[in-house]
């Protein structure tokens, strides 16, 4: 049923519908533990490979900018540990809005505890629950607009280089076209520093998924295509993990598996 719905998918959904129909409260529904969703699906696997790298001593630094944060900050509870600073962004205002309760811990947050509580488990940091969001609340420095479509993606902020960028289901969803991706990413990629790292995340061979009543298109990707973009974009791919989709029937959204790399960018000649 998912593959048909999948060819009857409506036009692409760009900036404009974002702005306009994006319901952060709604998408926050993919993050709910124990409900069996494909969204649970995917925090199982990409918080067990955030946690393996930024507890490694590898990915270290001093700043991280999170390009198209969307109303989530599951993709940054191992990284606070391992940078001073972090700058989240994402392009609709709705979802700077729903950071920004979190960060204020206002009473009709998202309550991300079940989440926070599974990463703690993994850093063997059982209990520790509180100090954990309390770590990420004051390393979040800055939310901002983030557009991957410019070639200054926080433009009209210039910020200095950063030593990690990290993206979870944003350029798949935020880009029409294959060639449109590949631009993305040389965009994202001047924001970081030669020698620094990318850890990017996705979902493979998706075309749609549900916020609500509303279907958002995404962008069927595939591994040859990401690897060969992310070469041609001056990155060395350290590690490329790709996982096939689990036996669920969650219908919200199409994927076939899910994907976690970990790059770097080339030093400057």
């Given amino acids: 049923m998912c593959r048909l719905r999948a060819s009857t998918m409506a036009e692409f959904t ?8 994006f319901d952060p409260k709604a998408y926050l529904g993919y993050y709910k533990f124990g409900e069996g969703t494909c969204g649970e699906e995917y925090l199982n696997f990409v918080l067990k490979h955030y946690c393996k790298t930024f507890t490694s001593g590898v990915v270290t630094g001093d700043s991280l900018i999170d390009i198209g944060s969307g109303p989530t900050i599951h993709q940054l509870l191992s990284a606070c540990e391992s940078f001073k600073e972090i700058i989240v962004s994402d392009y609709t205002y ?13 009473p009709e947050a998202f309550d991300w505890t079940p989440v926070v509580k599974y990463v703690c488990e993994l850093e063997g940091n059982r209990g520790k629950e509180a100090e954990k969001e309390a ?27 950063a030593d990690c960028l990290v993206s979870s289901l944003c350029l798949e969803s935020a880009c029409k076209d294959l060639t ?32 609500g009543p509303k279907r958002f298109s995404c962008l069927v990707l595939g591994e040859e295509f990401l690897r060969e973009a992310l070469s041609d ?30 790059a770097h960018k080339e030093e400057a000649i």
């Fill in 14 to 21: 760009g900036g404009d519908d974002y702005q306009a129909e």
């Fill in 94 to 106: 709705r979802n700077h809005q729903e950071l920004e309760k979190w960060l204020k811990n206002e």
């Fill in 135 to 161: 770590k990420l609340r004051k390393t979040i420095k800055q939310v901002l607009k983030c557009d991957v479509h410019q070639s200054n993606p926080m433009d009209p902020i210039v910020l200095p280089p």
């Fill in 180 to 211: 449109a991706y590949r631009i993305a990413l040389k965009n994202i990629s001047s924001l970081l520093k030669p020698g620094g790292h990318l850890v990017l995340s996705g979902v493979l061979g998706c075309s749609f998924y549900m916020v």
């Fill in 233 to 262: 974009t001056g990155f060395i791919i350290q590690e490329f993990e790709v996982r096939g989709r689990d036996d669920n029937i969650d219908d919200s959204c199409d994927f076939s598996g899910k994907f976690f790399i970990l």
